[in-house]
């Protein structure tokens, strides 16, 4: 069974770029949520989607955003980028019924300059 | 809104010694208390978790224990090897089923031998 895929692995963009990153989820799962991982502020989430439909928000601004396709694929998209977005994307999915373990992709390494 | 704090931020022990990692949360409804550990350069991955409705789990040198009435869980790592090194993390799971988690700033263990 594949795991959490996630694309590009690494990624430089110039400041008021914007990026799009990709997470494929585990088959099966319906459940996918990103998380910014920073050597400062840790782990923190960004937003949840299920079968489509964006279900938690974090707090972030507007400048990122995201959705997810009907197979379950997911795009989070930043906007305007700025020197303190770099950080390492990661995606998670999990079935979404039902209490259970989120698998984490090996994440998207974004650097800002 | 949901809040977690970790104790100790840092943890060194000797090998073979037992390691503790104490959580508090703030949301009296969160039901679902997962262990992630996280090694260098690597993704975060469950090791273990626990339900609302059971006091304590193990397993192998791994056990985690929760006190609802007092908001906190801790996690129990005994006869601990090098290969324990590694951030690890006590993500409240809120109540709703999914890879929405509240991530604190997650306690480094070093094992030294």
Redesign the interface.
């Known amino acids: 069974k594949a795991g959490v895929t996630q694309t590009p692995r690494y990624l430089i963009k110039t400041r008021g770029q914007q990026v799009t990153l990709s997470c494929s989820p585990i088959s099966g799962h319906r ?3 990103w ?1 910014q991982q920073t050597p400062g502020q ?4 960004l937003f ?1 989607y ?1 079968s489509e439909t964006q ?2 928000k974090g707090n972030f601004p507007g400048r990122f955003s995201g959705r997810q396709f009907s197979n379950s694929r997911s795009e989070m998209n930043v906007s305007t980028l700025e020197l303190g977005d770099s950080a390492l994307y ?1 995606c ?11 698998f ?4 998207t390494r974004l650097t800002v300059v | 809104g949901e809040n977690v704090e970790q104790h100790p931020s840092t943890l060194s022990v000797q090998e073979g010694d037992s390691a503790v990692i104490k959580c508090t949360y703030s949301d009296s409804a969160s ?2 208390f ?1 262990w992630y550990k996280q090694e260098l350069g ?5 090791i273990i ?1 626990i ?1 609302s409705n059971v006091g304590e789990k193990k397993d192998q040198r791994i056990a985690v224990t929760l006190n609802k009435t007092a908001k906190h869980f801790s996690l129990h790592i005994t006869e601990t090897q090098p290969e324990d090194s590694a951030v690890y ?1 006590c ?1 409240l ?1 809120g109540n ?11 306690t480094t263990l070093s094992v030294s031998s």
């Open positions: 459940s996918v949520s998380y840790g782990l923190q989430f949840e299920f279900r938690n990661l998670a999915s999990s079935g979404g019924q039902g209490f259970s373990e989120a984490f992709g090996q994440g | 039901n679902y997962p690597k993704r975060p991955q469950l978790d339900r993390f993500p799971g709703q089923a999914g890879t929405a988690l509240i991530f604190g700033k997650g």
